[in-house]
């Protein structure tokens, strides 16, 4: 019969020890940033405007993998958008709720949703909400779409890159302030 050891014994694989062997290669650094789910406290300027009464917060934009993070605030009622997915979007509700005109599911605070790739909505929020926040782990684009399905702009990692640096250059933390959330 083989030896059960005391799960009370420390062993080497169990002691609080960190890592000491080497760092695998190519490993970029973490990414933490906290706080996120006080929403009463932020610093203003760490929102990017997307559009009116619209903004973001970048949290991890992944260019070398295609997707990325980010808190999506919203200040006004009615339709946000039409869009087709390229990839999966993981959504949950911080703040508020929405839904699609698509779908007879609402996404309520404290909830979570799946979007599968190919998946086309319209973002409503409703008239009683005075602001929504929903955090998102988009990957690919979104592909925003007319009433038919056609194309009228592209939205991805790069987009939200190049919005946010611009943003952060124009409230004085500066352009390499988003480098932070870069991997």
Do not use: C
Not at 55 to 72: D, I
Not at 110 to 138: R, S
Not at 149 to 173: M, Q
């Amino acid at each position: 019969m083989p030896h059960v050891q005391d799960s009370k014994q420390p062993t080497p694989d169990n002691q609080a020890l960190a890592y000491r062997g080497p760092p695998l290669p190519n490993v970029p650094s973490d990414v933490v940033v906290p706080d996120i789910f006080n929403l009463t406290t932020t610093d203003e300027r760490l929102w990017v405007p997307q559009s009116p009464s619209v903004w973001f917060r970048p949290l991890l934009l992944s260019v070398s993998q295609g997707y990325f993070v980010n808190l999506l605030r919203v200040r006004k009622s009615g339709i946000l958008s039409r869009h087709r997915h390229a990839g999966p979007v993981h959504a949950t509700v911080l703040k508020g709720r929405w839904h699609y005109l698509e779908h007879p599911w609402w996404a309520t605070e404290g909830g979570y949703a799946f979007e599968p790739p190919g998946d086309i909505h319209t973002l409503e929020v409703p008239e009683d909400v005075e602001e929504m926040v929903t955090m998102f782990h988009v990957t690919g684009a979104y592909i925003y779409v007319d009433v038919d399905g056609n194309p009228t702009g592209v939205e991805d990692v790069f987009s939200k890159l190049i919005k946010a640096r611009e943003h952060y250059e124009k409230v004085g933390l500066g352009a390499d302030f988003v480098e932070q959330f870069v991997r």
